[in-house]
């Protein structure tokens, strides 16, 4: 079975500019959550959509938003990017329901890094 | 105001060894508990897992223990393997929302 795929896998952008990140699910798996890594941080949670829902969201500002499609595949979407963006981008997928809802699968992450 | 916290930045451990990685936390609600483990420049992996009804979970050399009183979690390590080098998140779910700790680097040491 084909794991979590994330696309790009390195990102350069300017302060002020969008971007756009993508992630496939393994198949089946109908939860997609995004998580910001940084050095000082850790992981942080950013949103969790589940059969193209929103069910779940973070402490990020409104800068950061996703979405979901009806083949589980999501998108991560940041505007007006800051200096402070800069960071790994994670990816996980689950089966989102059930007794193992809480097993994710995180992707290889996308490296933004914002000038 | 960190939930999850792992203590421990870094723990160094003779190969062949157990390792003892700890976790704390503060939410009595979080209702199921998962372990990953991380190697660079490569997304985290799912190690183990357990439920806040449960206090022990077992799977191969990996043990979850937890005790809910000490709002305290740790995993088990036994024997130690040089291919556990790697940075461990402790993590824990309250409504499906999962929450990470910062991470220990464990190294293990020839």
């Known amino acids: 079975k084909a794991g979590v795929t994330q696309t790009p896998r390195y990102l350069i952008k300017t302060r002020g500019q969008q971007v756009t990140l993508s992630c496939s699910p393994i198949?089946?798996?109908?939860?997609v959550s995004w998580y910001q890594q940084t050095p000082g941080q850790g992981l942080q949670f950013l949103f969790e959509?589940?059969?193209?829902?929103?069910?779940n969201k973070g402490n990020f500002p409104g800068r950061f938003s996703g979405r979901q499609f009806s083949n589980s595949r999501s998108e991560m979407n940041v505007s007006t990017l800051e200096l402070g963006d800069s960071a790994l981008y994670l990816c996980?997928?689950?089966?989102?329901?059930?007794?193992?809802?809480?097993?994710?699968?995180f992707g290889p992450g996308t490296r933004l890094t914002v000038t | 105001d960190q939930q999850v916290k792992q203590n421990s930045p870094s723990l160094s451990v003779q190969e062949g060894r157990i390792s003892i990685l700890n976790c704390d936390y503060t939410?009595?609600?979080?209702?199921?508990f998962l372990w990953y483990k991380k190697y660079p420049a490569e997304g985290p992996t799912f190690l183990i897992s357990?439920?806040?009804?449960?206090d022990k979970n077992e799977d191969g050399r990996f043990t979850v223990f937890l005790n809910k009183s000490a709002k305290h979690l740790s995993l088990h390590i036994v024997p130690s393997q040089p291919g556990d080098s790697a940075v461990y998140f402790c993590?824990?779910?309250?409504?499906?929302?999962?929450?990470f700790g910062k991470g220990t680097r464990l190294h293990i040491l020839p």
């Open positions: 993590a824990a779910s309250e409504w499906d929302k999962i929450i």
């Open positions: 357990i439920s806040s009804i449960k």
């Open positions: 959509y589940f059969s193209e829902t929103q069910r």
């Open positions: 996980a997928s689950s089966l989102g329901q059930g007794a193992r809802r809480y097993e994710q699968y």
């Open positions: 198949s089946g798996h109908r939860s």
């Open positions: 939410n009595s609600m979080f209702d199921y």
